[in-house]
């Protein structure tokens, strides 16, 4: 522990003189924004900070090198602690003078408006309660501006541990600058696969979830935002209303009723018509000449076959993400599919019903049940 | 990992057009009347399919928008193609609030959608002036115009492969690490050196080197500070090792000069 700089409790008083003159200057740096003129997300409203040193006697959890040893006109324009005046030049300037690996930082594709108007948006540049001279925790600085976000969080039914474990935020996003949007240390799929490709890990419920490594490695037919590494083309990852942090409503059991709102998630990409049409020659190759065969096994009144039933959400060994096999009452038996590609259509056998096979040209009569 | 990625992506295609195959060149109704071919001898042309009363439309027509401006000068067809399932105002009040200015063809009877095989929507093609499709691109969450974009632009040959493979896959974020703290620390002993506080640029000088022993700059600058402490022994040697490390720097070199016993 470093000993008590006798000369401290007095500069810590005489410097709100300091911090109300970097307050001035911040004022005076920031750029008067119109969020309406901005192509991308709406802009949080940034909140202004007392920048004074915590109150004589309080011990800091960070401090910067120097204030702590006092050298004012490191920053300042005169080196009297007793009345150090106004900063030499514009917050940022001055920051990235020691700072300055955080320059192309600020520069990257993805930038935090709040980082690049003014470092002392989330900074004391004297000392703070939190590490890293944060003029709050992690996830309360973050969440006093992107309102939307903490409303989701707190409303969500489905939470996700990653928010409020660790560096929360910064598990994921850099608050500086990032390559990729969103200010996203990585693409999501490399940022999940970092806690969701191990064997450990539980949802809020405490149940085990997949190692989707694991999966992927064992199955090398993946499903489109897989492939694209965009786990949040269906998760939501700040929280849900729908089970598995899914962004939109998708069926949880095997049957359902047929009704388009239940597959929100799937039709955020996909095209509804897909199941809506009971007859189609161009929408899908799974019909029996023009007989829409996603229409037969999903649209209907009762027990309509979800997605799930036919297809893996993640990836599989068949093409178009085909399971091998479904499962079939409580105690987790496995139907197999039993599912082949034919050069013009396809094939199930000995499955939830007998062989049928399917073409996409001349429709094969089907035997009645 | 990464490769098995890039190489299912790669393989990716309309269900009835693959990457390399020749898209037939069809002339189709306008949003705004008369009509218009869906490709052009342009260096590139893209077009994207989109649908009214889906956001992942509004987001990706908004930034599709922006960027067919902000590539206004260069050789590229842009089209935006609904289907004419929709009622019109809804499409033109989605063109409207996205303030899309290039021409949106309209598939009738889902024509164009059912001989491409469109099962995604938005998704957009890339071909080339000879109409071959050079890239298939589904909706994603994130960086997906921006993806588009280096699509388009690798085309051209305005960025190489290897920073289209950025794009595709870009770094991660890092930031911090011992040499930044280095860097820090030195920036930090230079203003205390001007400042004539020789001790303290000594001690942050020494942090600096802790952190990064091969910064080169570092050891110049302990070897200014130590010069300044008139102890030019250290500070030679500070300097050689200076050069050692970046034979360039010539700070150092005036510095070892300086403190040569010959110059003394």
């Not at chain 1, 900074?123 to 996830?139: F, I």
């Not at chain 2, 994207?48 to 401006?69: D, M, N, W, Y």
């Not at chain 2, 130590?226 to 090792?241: E, S, T």
Request: proline fraction near 6%; hydrophobic fraction near 35%.
């Amino acid at each position: 522990m470093k000993p008590q700089n006798p000369n401290r409790l007095r500069r810590g008083a005489v410097l709100l003189t300091a911090a109300l003159a970097v307050t001035l200057a911040w004022a005076a740096d920031a750029p008067k924004k119109d969020a309406k003129k901005s192509s991308g997300p709406p802009v949080p409203k940034l909140k202004k900070n007392d920048l004074a040193p915590l109150p004589a006697g309080e011990k800091p959890a960070s401090s910067h090198a120097p204030f702590e040893d006092g050298d004012c006109s490191l920053c300042h324009k005169s080196k009297d602690p007793k009345n150090p005046g106004p900063i030499t030049t514009n917050v940022n300037a001055q920051c990235l003078g020691c700072h300055e690996d955080f320059a192309p930082i600020l520069a990257r594709k993805s930038s935090h408006v709040a980082a690049k108007e003014n470092c002392c948006n989330c900074h004391n540049p004297h000392n703070a309660r939190q590490r890293k001279l944060l003029v709050e925790s992690g996830s309360t600085l973050c969440l006093s501006c992107h309102e939307a976000i903490r409303t989701l969080t707190v409303q969500a039914k489905v939470k996700h541990e990653a928010l409020t474990q660790g560096s929360q935020c910064s598990n994921c996003h850099n608050p500086h600058g990032a390559n990729v949007e969103h200010l996203l240390v990585q693409l999501p799929f490399d940022l999940c696969v970092s806690c969701h490709g191990k064997d450990d890990v539980k949802d809020d419920q405490g149940k085990k979830l997949t190692n989707v490594k694991s999966l992927l490695d064992a199955n090398k037919e993946w499903h489109g935002p897989v492939s694209q590494k965009d786990c949040s083309a269906c998760h939501q990852p700040h929280g849900s209303a729908n089970f598995r942090l899914l962004a939109q409503e998708y069926p949880p059991q095997f049957y359902s009723p047929y009704d388009p709102k239940l597959y929100g998630l799937c039709f955020e990409c996909h095209e509804d018509t897909i199941l809506a049409q009971p007859q189609t020659t161009t929408l899908t190759r799974f019909r029996n000449g023009g007989t829409n065969l996603h229409y037969v096994h999903v649209h209907k009144t009762e027990r309509g076959r979800t997605c799930r039933a036919c297809h893996e959400v993640h990836a599989s060994k068949q093409k178009h993400q085909i399971r091998d096999a479904v499962p079939y009452g409580s105690r987790g038996w496995m139907l197999k599919v039993n599912y082949t590609q034919l050069p013009n259509g396809g094939m199930c056998d000995k499955t939830c019903h007998d062989q049928r096979v399917y073409t996409n040209s001349v429709p094969v009569a089907l035997k009645a049940k | 990992m990464v490769l098995a990625i890039f190489s299912t992506t790669a393989a990716w295609a309309f269900a009835h057009a693959q990457v390399g195959s020749t898209i037939d060149n069809v002339e189709m109704p306008t949003l705004a009347g008369g009509k218009q071919f869906l490709l052009s001898n342009a260096s590139a042309n893209v077009f994207v399919f989109f649908k009214p009363g889906q956001e992942h439309s509004r987001t990706t027509l908004t930034q599709i928008a922006a960027s067919a401006k902000d590539m206004a000068t260069q050789s590229v067809h842009w089209v935006a193609i609904v289907s004419d399932r929709f009622l019109t105002p809804e499409v033109e009040a989605l063109v409207q609030e996205t303030g899309l200015t290039m021409p949106v063809l309209i598939d009738a009877g889902d024509t164009l959608y059912g001989k491409l095989g469109v099962a995604l929507t938005p998704v957009a093609g890339i071909t080339d002036k000879d109409h071959k499709l050079v890239a298939y691109q589904p909706f994603s969450k994130v960086n997906y115009v921006e993806v588009v974009r280096a699509r388009v632009r690798h085309l051209l040959k305005e960025i190489t492969d290897e920073q289209l493979q950025a794009v595709l896959q870009p770094p991660a974020a890092t930031q911090g690490g011992a040499a930044s703290v280095a860097r820090r620390y030195l920036k930090l002993a230079e203003k205390l050196l001007q400042a004539k506080n020789h001790g303290k640029a000594l001690e942050s000088v020494r942090k600096s080197l802790e952190n990064d022993p091969a910064l080169a700059a570092a050891h110049t600058l302990l070897g200014q500070i130590l010069l300044a402490q008139d102890k030019p022994d250290d500070a030679r040697k500070a300097f050689a090792r200076a050069l050692e490390l970046d034979p360039n720097d010539a700070k150092a070199s005036e510095g070892l000069k300086a403190t040569s016993p010959s110059t003394k």
